[in-house]
C-alpha cells in the first residue's frame, strides 16, 4: 500500500474522525432537541440544521473510509478529494457558527438571569460543546485531507 498522509480519506485515523464527528455531532443534535423547546431561539434552529447536515455527511464518509480500508487502497482521486475538502471546510465553519452562536444565547439565558432552568440551560451548554468537538474534528479532517491532496502527484 503507498503511503498516504495521516487522517487521509481511506485511513483508520480518518475513520475516527468521521465517527468522532457522527459521535459528537448527533450528541449535540440530541441534547439540543430531545425534551427541550430549541425552536425559539435562531442560533439553536441553527444548531440543529448544521448538525443535522454533518451527520449524514460524516456517516457516508466513513463508510468510504470503511470500503477504502477493507480494499487496501486509500482514496487517490483528486477531484473527489476536493469535493471532500471542501464539503469538509463547508461544513466546519457551519458547525463552528452554530456552536458560537449556541454559546453566546446560552451565555445570556443563564440561570442567574432567570430566563431558563438550570437543567434546560445545562442541556444547551451541554449541546454547544458537543458541537465545539464536532467543529474540532471536522476542521481537523478538513486540513489532513488538504495536506493529502497537495502530497498527491497530479501529472
Same mark, same amino acid.
Given at each position: 500500500?503507498?503511503?498516504?498522509?495521516?487522517?487521509?480519506?481511506?485511513?483508520?485515523?480518518?475513520?475516527?474522525?468521521?465517527?468522532?464527528?457522527?459521535?459528537?455531532?448527533?450528541?449535540?443534535?440530541?441534547?439540543?432537541?430531545?425534551?427541550?423547546?430549541?425552536?425559539? =431561539?435562531?442560533?439553536?434552529?441553527?444548531?440543529?440544521?448544521?448538525?443535522?447536515?454533518?451527520?449524514? !455527511?460524516?456517516?457516508?464518509?466513513?463508510?468510504?473510509?470503511? =470500503?477504502?480500508?477493507?480494499?487496501?487502497?486509500?482514496?487517490?482521486?483528486?477531484?473527489?478529494?476536493?469535493?471532500?475538502?471542501?464539503?469538509? !471546510?463547508?461544513?466546519?465553519?457551519?458547525?463552528?457558527?452554530?456552536?458560537?452562536?449556541?454559546?453566546?444565547?446560552?451565555?445570556?439565558?443563564?440561570?442567574?438571569?432567570?430566563?431558563?432552568?438550570?437543567?434546560?440551560?445545562?442541556?444547551?451548554?451541554?449541546?454547544?460543546?458537543?458541537?465545539?468537538?464536532?467543529?474540532?474534528?471536522?476542521?481537523?479532517?478538513?486540513?489532513?485531507?488538504? !495536506?493529502?491532496?497537495?502530497?498527491?502527484?497530479?501529472?
Amino acid at each position: 500500500m503507498d503511503e498516504v498522509a495521516p487522517g487521509a480519506v481511506g485511513s483508520l485515523p480518518s475513520l475516527s474522525l468521521r465517527l468522532g464527528q457522527a459521535a459528537f455531532s448527533t450528541a449535540a443534535l440530541l441534547f439540543m432537541s430531545v425534551g427541550v423547546e430549541f425552536y425559539s =431561539y435562531t442560533s439553536f434552529c441553527f444548531l440543529v440544521t448544521s448538525m443535522g447536515l454533518l451527520i449524514p !455527511w460524516s456517516c457516508f464518509l466513513a463508510v468510504v473510509d470503511v =470500503y477504502s480500508l477493507f480494499l487496501g487502497c486509500p482514496l487517490r482521486l483528486p477531484g473527489a478529494i476536493i469535493l471532500i475538502v471542501a464539503g469538509d !471546510w463547508v461544513l466546519s465553519l457551519l458547525a463552528l457558527g452554530a456552536a458560537c452562536s449556541t454559546a453566546s444565547v446560552v451565555t445570556l439565558l443563564l440561570p442567574a438571569n432567570g430566563y431558563c432552568s438550570p437543567g434546560v440551560c445545562g442541556r444547551y451548554q451541554l449541546s454547544a460543546a458537543m458541537a465545539f468537538l464536532s467543529w474540532f474534528l471536522t476542521a481537523s479532517s478538513s486540513l489532513f485531507n488538504l !495536506w493529502s491532496l497537495a502530497s498527491l502527484r497530479l501529472l
